[in-house]
């Protein structure tokens, strides 16, 4: 059973940088989209960007100026770094699972991680 | 980017009703809308990937439509543990989009 954890500080101050690690358990890193999405308190989900076990990266263009995304697949793991947060970056984020070929669907999830930008 | 519209943004339904879900893409999608469950404090759920194909252990209950622009997701007897927040996503192109999601409350 695949399974996936983030990690990281749970508080950034702004204008800081967001490091977050999504480690992977139960099956390989190889052959799938590792995807980062975000849910602000009380709002919807936004996709913050994809990277392929290649290094290709998909982002979006809303965070592109701010968002690297890398992985590292001898730990099995792979990371996202937001730079120069404000409050508006607070949120629960999510590392997810897509299948890289056919419904291209986000089939596993870690159970979130809230951060919090606050000084 | 692509616009996903969910309707209605909320509903209150009672246990073994059927509730209807839907979903509109601002341009065509193909197939490629799932859809997904959400319960408070947890990580969304996958529960049709592709428009209609049920994702392994999800109820049979739950079923999905649509092609193109229009989508539905259909549950057939609501049961207690069906109250949650769905939300669709195309995965049509990047950037991916979601809907605003649908909660479901107990009437």
């Known amino acids: 059973q695949v399974q996936l954890q983030e990690s990281g500080p749970g508080l950034v101050k702004p204008s800081e940088t967001l490091s977050l690690t999504c480690t992977v358990s139960?099956?390989?890193?190889?052959?799938?989209?590792w995807s980062w999405i975000r849910q602000p308190a009380g709002k919807g989900l936004e996709w913050i960007g994809r990277?392929?076990?290649?290094?290709?990266?998909n982002y979006n263009p809303s965070l592109k100026s701010r968002v690297t995304m890398s992985v590292n697949t001898s730990k099995n793991q792979f990371s996202l770094n937001l730079t120069s947060v404000t409050a508006a970056d607070s949120a629960v984020y999510y590392c997810?699972?897509?299948?890289?070929?056919?419904?291209?669907?986000?089939?596993?999830w870690g159970p979130g991680m809230l951060v919090t930008v606050s000084s | 980017d692509i616009q996903m519209t969910q309707s209605p943004s909320s509903l209150s339904a009672s246990v073994g009703d059927r509730v209807t879900i839907t979903c509109r893409a601002s341009?065509?999608?193909?197939?490629?809308l799932n859809w997904y469950q959400q319960k408070s404090g947890k990580a969304p759920k996958l529960l049709i990937y592709?428009?209609?194909s049920l994702q392994s252990g999800v109820p049979s209950r739950f079923s999905g439509s649509g092609s193109g622009t229009d989508f539905t997701l259909t549950i057939t007897s609501l049961q207690p543990e069906d109250f949650a927040t769905y939300y669709c996503?195309?995965?049509?192109?990047?950037?991916?989009?979601f809907g605003q999601g649908t909660k479901v409350e107990i009437k």
């Open positions: 997810a699972r897509e299948a890289a070929v056919a419904g291209r669907y986000l089939d596993y």
């Open positions: 139960g099956g390989s890193i190889s052959s799938y989209f």
């Open positions: 341009q065509s999608i193909n197939n490629y």
């Open positions: 990277i392929y076990t290649s290094g290709i990266t």
């Open positions: 592709s428009a209609s």
């Open positions: 996503q195309q995965s049509y192109s990047t950037p991916r989009t």
